[in-house]
């Protein structure tokens, strides 16, 4: 057990629908990160946030969004949702801001979003 | 930017036979190198990691050590067991942009036949 639970695990939906993934991370992590796992594009970093601030932003689309709140979880909003978004999305944290020298990063275990 | 590439999988082998999964790096500086597995139904955990140059990370009988002049961190087992199947993942922590950042490389399916 990695102290990264993420909800829901499983979820169904049809295209243009709108879905909230949420996270919660490891006591004391500040850093959450959501990352998407597809076949075709493998392990894609979507997006960074540290402490409530964005902090880095990778391959993400401008139809999903993504906050920190002040207790630290974090949630990813998926709009207008597509067939292609379906996928494995993982959150992950880390005590600081990440991907410091040596720096490790504790992974959930996802929630499946099938896009109908 | 920066990239990881993996030997393709997937990888089939028997109990006890010798494992090796390659993994090579582009970035700039001095990153660090990880190694995270993903089992059936579970997230991605770390392996093993290096921070420098030369040095071997080793956990589990797996090992890798940090090969920059070849830019290479390549995962061994002397003797793989059915429960070592997963996936696995090598990574890199290099910087992009303003913040340091964790590249995964595509994976490698491991399966270990009794």
């Known amino acids: 057990d990695s102290g990264v639970t993420q909800t829901p695990k499983h979820l169904i939906t049809a295209t243009g629908q709108r879905v909230t993934l949420r996270c919660s991370p490891r006591?004391?992590?500040?850093?959450v990160y959501w990352y998407q796992q597809s076949l075709d594009q493998g392990l894609q970093f979507l997006i960074q946030y540290y402490n409530g601030e964005e902090r880095a932003k990778g391959n993400i689309l401008e139809r999903f969004s993504a906050q920190q709140f002040p207790d630290l979880h974090s949630e990813l909003n998926l709009s207008s949702l597509e067939l292609g978004d379906s996928a494995l999305y993982f959150c992950?944290?880390?005590?600081?801001?990440?991907?410091?020298?040596?720096?490790?990063?504790?992974f959930g275990e996802g929630s499946r979003l099938t896009v109908l | 930017g920066n990239s990881v590439t993996q030997m393709e999988g997937p990888v089939t082998l028997s109990e006890e036979a010798f494992l090796t999964i390659n993994c090579t790096y582009t970035?700039?500086?001095?990153?660090?190198l990880f190694w995270y597995v993903q089992y059936p139904g579970e997230g991605l955990q770390l392996l093993l990691k290096?921070?420098?140059?030369?040095d071997k990370g080793s956990n589990k009988g797996f090992e890798a050590t940090y090969r920059k002049e070849t830019t290479s961190f390549h995962l061994e087992k002397g003797s793989v067991q059915v429960s070592d199947s997963a996936v696995y993942f090598c990574?890199?922590?290099?910087?992009?942009?303003?913040?340091?950042?964790?590249?995964f490389g595509s994976g490698t399916q491991l399966t270990v036949l009794p």
């Open positions: 990574a890199l922590s290099g910087r992009s942009g303003s913040a340091r950042q964790l590249t």
């Open positions: 006591s004391g992590d500040l850093s």
């Open positions: 290096a921070t420098k140059a030369d």
């Open positions: 992950a944290s880390s005590v600081a801001t990440g991907g410091e020298i040596g720096g490790e990063l504790f």
């Open positions: 970035a700039t500086g001095y990153p660090s």
